[in-house]
Nanobody, 124 residues
Framework: QVQLVESGGGLVQAGASLRLSCAAS????????MGWFRQAPGKEREFVAG????????YGAESVKGRFTISRDIAKNTVYLQMNSLKPEDTAVYYC?????????????????WGQGTQVTVSS
């Protein structure tokens, strides 16, 4: 049974940092690309950042470039999202997802597995 479990969310002030973690189990982690998505109330789920299976290729949405960094630790079956300089508009539920394709996919449809999400709230 595949499980993706996110952690690290919380309530912070604008300008602060958070690091989200996503622990994966039940899948060949090193053969999956991973992505982070977020969904704010009343909005569609949007791509935040992705990393390919080897960790050599990463891609981030324009709205988070220069502030968010995705990484993965294959030995720990974990993917991370380091979020710096947080803004109120970053407030959302953040989800991690796993995709069996080789490259980074910046859309939710192709992802095969999803976590339950972790809330990030940034106050002004």
């Amino acid at each position: 049974q595949v499980q993706l479990v996110e952690s690290g969310g919380g309530l912070v002030q604008a300008g602060a940092s958070l690091r989200l973690s996503c622990a994966a189990s039940g899948l060949a982690f090193s053969r999956h690309s991973m992505g982070w998505f977020r969904q704010a109330p009343g909005k569609e789920r949007e791509f935040v950042a992705g990393i390919n299976w080897s960790g050599r290729i990463t891609y981030g949405a324009e709205s988070v470039k220069g502030r968010f960094t995705i990484s993965r630790d294959i030995a720990k079956n974990t993917v991370y999202l380091q979020m710096n300089s947080l803004k109120p508009e970053d407030t959302a539920v953040y989800y991690c997802a796993a995709d069996r394709t080789i490259g980074v996919v910046a859309a939710p449809g192709p992802y095969d597995y999803w976590g339950q999400g972790t809330q990030v709230t940034v106050s002004s």
